[in-house]
């Protein structure tokens, strides 16, 4: 039942995003084109997302299943509706490469943040289940995450002046013609067509790694949240000098080396428990180190070429379809984790018992990350740069 909920959520989550995208791009708000979305939205997201933990009869219903199911469809109607204008405003805001890139180092320091304040839920409620019970604590664990996070996402609605800092004229066009239009951008297809191959490697890897850690290198399930919060961590503080350094290299060159070590990486982990001259334990640790890096460059750069993209086009086409830009992105990275998932599920059974399907799983991803590198090389950057300086040399 929960499965075929999650499932029927993320197929609806598919469809919004253009919908979201296309009434963020035609809206003729005096505030702008996205700030009234995030000022509506937010409330009802944080609502949505307490809602699912908060079912209305005590005991096994359909009632529940039916709340269950309106309750994840609102969640994933609100979260469209705010991040899709929101990841517009990286586009928009930036009015320089390098603002956008630092816009978009910002976001993944505070992504990351978010997220390590969400994986501290299960030690909060333990806090509060000898006064509330298990399902009491849990539900006021999340009232209280989720209050917190409604007045966060509140900070750009009052904080932002649009209208002061974006100069843009709402698109005219229909969502369909709007997605059409955005597919037509030749260098965002070879974007797209990459980050599609990248998205079903990252999520075969992020699937697999606790059968890695537990199937491959025999070690505690435990070890899997150490290596996975280490590599975050050190992520992290690859941030700044990515920023850095792509300055001076450039988004492609940095992306096409991010994803030739994920997928050195991948293949690595296909031989974990195999390598004699390191315990187990170090394996995982060589993976840790090894994977940090890329993860932070696909943490930043992905979000930044979108606004670069996105920018070129309006200057190119004369509409602002930045907002489309970004859900067109979006959409195309959950085709990628679909497919994944679906990939994964049929790989892993192969020899089962012995953990083949887990090394094919990991070389499977290195693949992906390969073909996906392949694909960027024909993306061309240095045109979208010359179109871009052209509109800030008013040529």
């Not at 359909?62 to 517009?88: E, S």
């Not at 394996?283 to 070129?312: K, N, R, T, Y």
Request: aromatic fraction near 14%.
């Amino acid at each position: 039942m929960i499965g075929g909920i999650t499932a029927l959520g993320r197929v609806f989550d598919a469809f919004t995003d253009p919908m979201i995208a296309s009434l963020s791009d035609r809206c003729t708000s005096k505030n702008g084109r996205r700030i009234p979305f995030l000022k509506w939205a937010s409330l009802p997201l944080a609502l949505a997302t307490v809602l699912v933990f908060w079912s209305p009869v005590n005991e096994k219903s359909w009632i529940n299943a039916v709340f269950l199911l309106v309750m994840v469809l609102a969640y994933y109607l609100f979260i469209t509706a705010y991040c899709t204008p929101y990841n517009a405003l990286i586009s928009e805001l930036g009015h320089t490469q390098q603002e956008r890139l630092n816009i978009s180092t910002a976001i993944s320091f505070t992504f990351i943040a978010g997220t390590a304040v969400a994986y501290l839920a299960p030690a909060i409620w333990g806090i509060f289940v000898p006064a509330l019970g298990r399902v009491g604590a849990i539900r006021l664990t999340f009232t209280v995450m989720a209050a917190i996070a409604w007045l966060c996402m509140l900070v750009p609605v009052f904080c932002i002046r649009e209208k002061e800092y974006v100069n843009t004229v709402p698109v005219q066009e229909s969502a369909f013609h709007s997605l059409a239009a955005t597919f037509r951008n030749g260098e965002f297809r070879k974007f797209v067509g990459s980050d599609i191959f990248y998205w079903i490697a990252l999520t075969m890897f992020q699937t697999g790694l606790p059968f890695f850690v537990t199937s491959l290198l025999k070690l505690p399930e435990t070890m899997t949240t150490l290596y996975f919060v280490g590599m975050t961590a050190l992520s992290v503080l690859f941030y700044l000098p990515v920023n850095k350094l792509t300055s001076k290299f450039g988004k492609k060159r940095m992306l096409l080396f991010a994803f030739v070590m994920f997928s050195t990486a991948f293949f690595y982990t296909g031989f974990m428990g195999k390598i004699p001259f390191l315990s187990a334990a170090a394996q995982g640790f060589v993976l840790m180190v090894f994977a940090a890096l890329p993860m932070a460059i696909f943490g930043i750069l992905p979000q930044a070429m979108v606004a670069d993209i996105a920018e070129s086009d309006s200057v190119t086409t004369g509409s602002n379809r930045e907002g489309m830009f970004f859900a067109a992105r979006t959409f195309a990275f959950k085709l990628g984790q679909s497919l994944s998932m679906l990939i994964f599920t049929a790989v892993s059974t192969i020899g089962t018992g012995t953990g083949t399907g887990y090394r094919v799983a990991a070389f499977g991803a290195a693949l992906f990350c390969g073909i996906g590198a392949v694909l960027l090389v024909f993306y061309n950057e240095n045109k979208i740069n010359a179109v871009i300086a052209g509109r800030q040399s008013g040529k």
